[in-house]
């Protein structure tokens, strides 16, 4: 959503950076930059981000750095917490709701359906599926004037928005009954 050609590329980042807050590291816009860099450090820079760790049960704890510079080294970014769990959880807590609001501000989240066009395109993914046998293509093309293509956009954006706004980190946490990734304990071993 960062990219040159994403229109709205610019109010992006100003509510990325306006939320991506937190109490002891209130402001977003270095927030933003240490995770970016970060991210530039292992991918482009072959940063070993398990360089140092801590084990707790089963669970490794990897030791988020505490500071990253960019390429050029000219500029550091301090980091959002020890553990790199702690880093993720944060990332996940501002992230996919931001997408969702800016997508809501933006208007991409319209429910307006052409439904000539969504008949067309609804067309188009049944002759194009491997999946379907023809008797259930013949069918699924029987049933076409019984959608209401409104309602079907409406659940979608419905279901997107409902997984932009669940915190995938927590959500796993909480089924596999692992220690929460807020950081409140630190193991030094």
Not at 10 to 20: G, T, V
Not at 108 to 120: R, Y
Not at 146 to 159: G, Y
Request: aromatic fraction near 8%; glycine fraction near 8%.
């Amino acid at each position: 959503m960062l990219e040159k050609e994403y229109p709205h590329r610019k109010a992006f980042k100003k509510l990325l950076e306006e939320q991506f807050v937190f109490e002891e590291y209130p402001d977003g816009s270095a927030n933003y930059s240490f995770v970016r860099e970060l991210r530039n450090s292992v991918v482009h820079r072959v940063y070993d981000i398990t360089s140092a760790a801590h084990v707790e049960g089963d669970l490794l704890l990897v030791i988020a750095p505490p500071s990253v510079t960019n390429r050029g080294g000219s500029k550091i970014y301090q980091g959002l917490g020890y553990y790199l769990l702690e880093v993720i959880a944060k990332c996940e807590s501002v992230i996919g709701p931001v997408i969702a609001r800016h997508l809501s501000e933006v208007g991409l989240l319209s429910a307006s359906v052409e439904p000539d066009q969504a008949v067309d395109e609804a067309k188009e993914s049944i002759e194009a599926s491997h999946a379907m046998p023809p008797w259930a293509k013949e069918l699924a093309f029987g049933s076409l004037d019984q959608v209401d293509f409104t309602e079907v956009r409406l659940a979608q954006i419905d279901a997107l928005v409902r997984i932009l706004n669940t915190n995938g980190l927590q959500e796993g946490s909480i089924q596999q009954g692992a220690p929460s990734a807020g950081g409140e304990k630190r193991c030094r071993k």
